[in-house]
């Protein structure tokens, strides 16, 4: 079967990268997307999936142009039967809906800017002065969306939160297949004096609190692995505030190829993440298939992935208060949680998700065809 991939962006690698990175290698498939970094996508171990990487035209860097520009050019993009199905793996692509099929929508967050994020990104990130212009953009492609998701085949998405907010805003029923660790990467070894966050910088990862936690543990160190688009606005004024308020004992690496990034899970204490209501969280997963505890928020996609008291602290109304006392918590013995946190990563290995979607692509192209 011949399988076609289409992703929003690929220049900034994050979980959502991975996924459409892995399922290309599992499915022998092509990507359509905008912007690539190919020199990223080679460091994060997938050289043999980019020569199947095709751009259908660049974007704009900062949003909403990056957005609307992509939900145009996928809207006009007709491979007519050039394959046999398409998946929709990047939110923005889900235009290409309309004129590519059979196809599926595999839903990280249906939209976050248009429906579950809208009121943070209002009061967080646009200007006073544009909100007017923002709710004008938000009512149009809202109704854009409806009217494109008519043309999606089918309806699978990432976790139990996504799955209630696709529900909520769409109206669909959507199949849970929870995204892809190759936990075989993932080692463990005797830790180091620090803990770990891998995150990229942006508002609603709630970083802040974070170095507001470690600034009251002046003994503990965080090693902070984050990225941004850099020349994006919003993204370079929150980076601007967390260098403003960076304690001497939290350093951030700015990007960490595949190898190092590795090296930083086996190494580490313990893992850190504050994500705001978090579709899943593929960072957790790879945290615990190195072994190592987790301290999250008790909150969206970390309430499937973590097991309170087994595999970390899930922590309710989470604040650097709140922080630091799990970290003093956990770090009495990180030891006690290595074997229960390779157990529960093994049920999000990258093998159960390929086998997954290939089951499904064999039963839905027949009856779509």
Not at 91 to 108: C, E, R, T
């Amino acid at each position: 079967m011949k399988i076609a991939i289409f992703h929003s962006f690929m220049d900034n690698i994050g979980g959502a990268e991975m996924v459409t990175l892995t399922l290309a290698r599992g499915l022998n498939a092509d990507i359509y997307t905008t912007n690539i970094d190919q020199e990223k996508i080679e460091k994060m171990g997938f050289a043999d999936v980019f020569p199947r990487i095709k751009s259908i035209g660049r974007v704009p860097v900062n949003a909403p142009f990056r957005h609307q520009s992509t939900f145009f050019k996928f809207k006009t993009l007709n491979l007519g039967h050039k394959y046999d199905f398409y998946i929709i793996a990047g939110d923005w692509a889900m235009s290409g809906a309309v004129n590519n099929k059979p196809n599926l929508w595999y839903i990280h967050s249906p939209l976050n800017e248009l429906w579950h994020w809208r009121d943070f990104v209002r009061k967080e990130v646009v200007n006073l002065w544009k909100r007017p212009i923002f709710d004008m953009w938000v009512w149009f492609n809202r109704r854009l969306s409806l009217k494109y998701a008519q043309s999606v085949d089918v309806w699978i998405c990432n976790s139990s939160n996504t799955k209630g907010r696709v529900k909520k805003y769409y109206d669909k029923d959507a199949v849970i297949i929870y995204p892809p660790i190759d936990t075989s990467l993932y080692i463990n070894k005797p830790h180091k004096n620090y803990w770990l966050s891998v995150n990229r910088l942006l508002n609603h990862k709630r970083i802040d609190i974070q170095m507001k936690a470690f600034s009251k543990l002046p003994h503990e160190k965080l090693i902070i692995v984050g990225s941004y688009e850099k020349g994006a606005k919003q993204f370079e004024l929150y980076k601007s505030y967390l260098d403003g308020i960076q304690p001497t004992n939290v350093e951030i690496i700015n990007w960490a190829e595949a190898p190092q990034l590795k090296e930083l899970y086996a190494e580490c204490k313990g893992f850190i993440t504050t994500a705001r209501d978090e579709d899943f969280g593929m960072t957790v997963v790879e945290a615990m298939a190195s072994g190592k505890p987790i301290i999250a928020p008790n909150e969206g996609g970390y309430r499937e992935s973590v097991i309170q008291g087994v595999t970390g602290v899930l922590i309710d109304d989470i604040n650097e208060d709140k922080i630091a006392e799990a970290i003093k918590k956990v770090g009495e013995d990180v030891d006690r949680y290595k074997k229960a946190c390779i157990e529960q990563a093994s049920h999000f290995d990258s093998n159960i998700f390929i086998n997954k979607i290939k089951q499904l692509l064999l039963r839905d192209s027949s009856t779509l065809i």
